[in-house]
């Protein structure tokens, strides 16, 4: 699998370019998933950016691009977040969605804990312009079964459980500076950890054209907690195996 890191900017047409980009990357170095990050499409300028560049579910430039390249590519894409129209025309939903290799969406995940973060002059307040979801999803694939989750959801450890048991876990995230520095890493290990799950964690990283600085750290993690593959900053994917029969021994013997 691939975990797609990225610095994206307040535009959608270069976000997918560069998207596009590092998934053949991806695909041509064997991927045969390629996770991109939270808000791979836009992060914007100003918080409601993201809302003017929402789409219909089902359609729109950056679903018809996520089919396209999925298909052109023959890779499993796990987009990060996609920007779905809700009944509130002032938000939308930051829709997690799965493509197979043939372009067909197979899943869809809305984010179900929204950021709110305030610490000197940085100040967050999703639920602004983000209505939370109301549900958990996983859904079977050839990589075993995949649990699907958004960035802050990752704090919330009973929100995992809910999915059973699961082989991968993705956690597409844009984490902030402050804190992913304090705890970005050890939440990750430890829900891989205590799922006894891989965790896939592609992240945004870099400065961004507002002035907004996110963690990166993209990472790769067994169910052991050992971290497989790391990107620290900047464009980049990080490549790793999944081996499925590995997570598997690991569950019988604590059962």
């Not at 998207?19 to 170095?29: E, K, N, P, Y």
């Amino acid at each position: 699998m691939a975990a797609v890191q990225m610095v994206s900017a307040p535009e959608v047409a270069p976000n997918l370019e560069a998207a596009g980009r590092l998934i053949a990357s991806a695909a041509a170095a064997g991927a045969k998933l390629a996770a991109l990050p939270e808000n791979f499409y836009i992060i914007g300028r100003h918080e409601g950016d993201k809302v003017k560049v929402r789409e219909a579910d089902g359609q729109g430039p950056i679903q018809s691009f996520l089919s396209e390249v999925s298909r052109k590519n023959r890779i499993w894409i796990l987009a990060g977040t996609v920007p779905i129209s809700c009944g509130d025309e002032n938000r939308i939903r930051s829709a997690c969605m799965l493509y197979d290799d043939t372009g067909r969406r197979v899943a869809r995940y809305d984010k179900r804990h929204l950021f709110r973060f305030h610490q000197g002059s940085e100040n967050y307040d999703e639920g602004r312009t983000v209505e939370a979801g109301d549900r958990p999803v996983a859904v079977e694939s050839p990589f075993g079964r995949l649990g699907l989750s958004v960035c802050y959801d990752v704090r919330f450890p009973e929100r995992y459980r809910e999915l059973g048991d699961v082989d991968v876990i993705f956690v597409p995230s844009a984490f902030t500076v402050p804190t992913g520095q304090a705890h970005w890493e050890t939440l990750l290990r430890a829900r891989a950890i205590e799922n006894q799950a891989y965790v896939v964690a592609p992240a945004q990283g870099g400065t961004h054209a507002s002035g907004r600085r996110t963690y990166g750290h993209t990472m790769v993690i067994d169910p052991w907690g050992v971290v497989l593959g790391m990107q620290p900053e900047g464009e980049g994917v990080v490549l790793a195996d999944i081996d499925l029969a590995h997570s598997r021994e690991l569950r019988r013997r604590f059962a």
